[in-house]
Each structure stands twice: as structure tokens, then as C-alpha cells.
């Protein structure tokens, strides 16, 4: 599970995030030269735009983690060794998350409360460039809505214009993550 990854009260916040980054993205750009998926002889730097996001209750603490990085001055990135760049995106992907709303902070913002007109203003994640995907399952007796009212609650916190819900037809709560116990509690259909 994410969860561990993207909560400080779980021992993680943004100086692991910015460790994640810098050993992800090292491992990315050997993998693109070793591929050539760009050229091994340039020394042009690869920039690389990583989304956050999260599986269950690591989709929650994502959320949390977001909430962090929007009242941050400075954004989430990381210079590789290679001059290449290693940074976080504004996109949030949480999968099996969401119906739970009460546990969503405020992530829609409230531009009168943040300096967005001024141009130095570089906040991590920036609540007017959110970019939020919540991906559901049908089958998914762990995380659904009850009711439409859920469902409204949940999209009230989220960018109105850059929130998109979808739901997977057939599928249930283990088939988002690699665990066998949810499995037994719906059936999966695709």
C-alpha cells in the first residue's frame, strides 16, 4: 500500500517524496538510455513529470499528501545526477478512494485565500492546476458510494472543471491492488 509513502504521520512527507523522486527518476533515465528511448551520447537532460497517487487508504493519504504540497512556497523537484530533472506533476490518481469523503481534505482551494496573482508564487501544487483522475470499481463492496449525496460531498472538495470519476464495469477492490483477501468479497466480472 502507498499509505506508508504518502502520509507524515506514517514517517513520510515531502523530504521522502523528494528521496522518491530522486531515486526514481535515476532508474527512469538509465532505463530510457539502455533503451534508447533517448539519445545515450547527448548529455541533454530528460525531464521527467511524475503523478501522485495512491490505492485505498494510500488513495487518502494521497489526498493529505496533496493538501501539504498546495500550502508549499517552492515546487517538488529534484536535479539528477545527469542534469536531468525528477519532478512532481499537478495530477492526483487515486484508485479504489474516494467514497469515504468525510476523509478527502479541501482540495478544490479557495483562490482568494492564496497569492495566485502574484507571479513568484510557485506552490507545489497549485489548487487552479489540479488535475485529479478517482478511479471506482463496480463490484467494489469496500469502496462505494452509498449514496449520490457521497458522491456530491466527495466532488465538492475537488477542482470542479479538472475531477474526472470513473467507474471499471466488472471490476472489484482487489483487482486495483495485489492482495487476495478482498478478492472474496465481490466478484470480479471482466
Known amino acids: ?63 493529505y499528501l496533496v493538501e501539504e504540497l498546495m500550502g508549499m512556497n517552492e515546487k517538488v523537484s529534484m536535479t539528477l545526477s545527469n542534469g536531468s530533472i525528477s519532478r512532481l506533476s499537478n495530477h492526483l490518481v487515486v484508485w479504489a478512494a474516494g ?46 458510494f452509498q449514496s449520490n449525496g457521497q458522491k456530491e460531498e466527495l466532488l465538492s472538495k475537488l477542482p470542479k472543471k479538472t475531477t474526472v470519476l470513473n467507474m471499471i464495469h466488472g471490476g472489484n477492490h482487489a483487482g486495483f491492488g495485489s492482495y487476495d483477501t478482498a478478492s472474496k468479497k465481490s466478484k470480479l466480472n471482466i
Open 99 to 144: 467514497p469515504f469523503a468525510n476523509l478527502v481534505p479541501n482540495l478544490r482551494g479557495d483562490s482568494s485565500s492564496l497569492p495566485l496573482h502574484i507571479p513568484q508564487y510557485k506552490s507545489a501544487v497549485r489548487p487552479d492546476s489540479l488535475r485529479v483522475l478517482i478511479i471506482l470499481a463496480s463490484n467494489d463492496n469496500i469502496a462505494k
Open 1 to 63: 500500500e502507498p499509505l506508508r509513502l504518502a502520509h507524515r504521520l506514517l514517517g513520510t512527507g515531502v523530504n521522502d517524496l523528494k528521496r522518491l523522486l530522486k531515486l526514481a527518476g535515476e532508474e527512469v533515465v538509465q532505463y530510457y538510455k539502455h533503451h534508447n528511448l533517448v539519445d545515450r551520447d547527448t548529455e541533454e537532460p530528460v525531464i521527467l513529470d511524475w503523478a501522485l497517487g495512491g490505492h485505498s487508504m494510500g488513495g487518502y493519504a494521497a489526498f
